[in-house]
């Protein structure tokens, strides 16, 4: 996994493949520009001028669009988040097992080809440090529902073994965490999605397992 780098160093053509015109293309050159700044600089470091300049907009432009540094930060969020709902779309009709894995698995893609938003998540901003984790904290817990969901009804339909649903989740969704933050040797996330939804998979399973042939002996 590569580590997070510390350069702020950024160059336009990372921001966006083309400069389209539109209101939803430069909203989004915004906030492209605005994610690679925050990720690198501390918050009181990151001003609307150097947004402007890198995203290649008029600073009356920049304000069009949020009218604040912080209103500027939490739409850098909530865009975020709603792009990874967008990603871990579920297919009711698959076994459940299987849609554990491919949650587990969407969710490290997501955040494997995201490195600044995650760098971005696990930086702390006392600055505004309320109405970010109000936001935050209404994207997890719709997460934890998610997951603790399908644990539920791999439990009801006998697949997963008896837990806490929420507790379950929770660990879900920490391992996903410490793995893109923490985990630097050179291995792609499809090979650690593969290993953390193993290890998953089988701890929920196991117990079922053994219930089941308890009950049959």
Do not use: C, W
């Not at 083309?18 to 293309?25: E, K, L, M, Q």
């Not at 399908?150 to 920490?174: H, K």
């Amino acid at each position: 996994m590569k580590e997070l780098s510390g350069s702020v160093a950024v160059s336009q053509a990372e921001l966006v493949p083309s400069f389209a015109n539109g209101r939803a293309a430069k909203r989004d050159r915004i906030i492209a520009a605005a994610l690679k700044l925050f990720a690198r600089q501390p918050y009181q470091e990151v001003t609307m001028d150097s947004v402007a300049r890198l995203a290649v907009v008029a600073k009356g432009t920049l304000y069009l669009y949020f009218g604040s540094k912080e209103a500027l930060y939490i739409g850098i969020l909530t865009d975020g988040f709603e792009k990874a709902r967008q990603n871990a779309a579920d297919d009711p009709q698959a076994q459940v097992a299987e849609r554990l894995h491919r949650a587990i698995a969407t969710s490290i893609e997501f955040y494997d080809s995201h490195r600044d938003f995650l760098h971005l998540l696990a930086t702390e901003e006392p600055r505004i440090a309320a109405v970010r984790s109000r936001v935050i904290q209404e994207f997890r817990q719709r997460i934890v529902e998610f997951f603790s969901s399908l644990v539920e009804e791999g439990m009801a339909r006998g697949v997963f073994r008896r837990a806490d649903p929420r507790a379950a989740a929770l660990t879900i969704i920490g391992a996903i965490r410490s793995l893109m933050l923490y985990y630097d040797e050179p291995r792609d996330g499809a090979a650690l999605s593969q290993e953390l939804s193993r290890m998953v998979l089988e701890g929920l399973t196991a117990g079922a397992r053994n219930n089941r042939k308890l009950h049959t002996k």
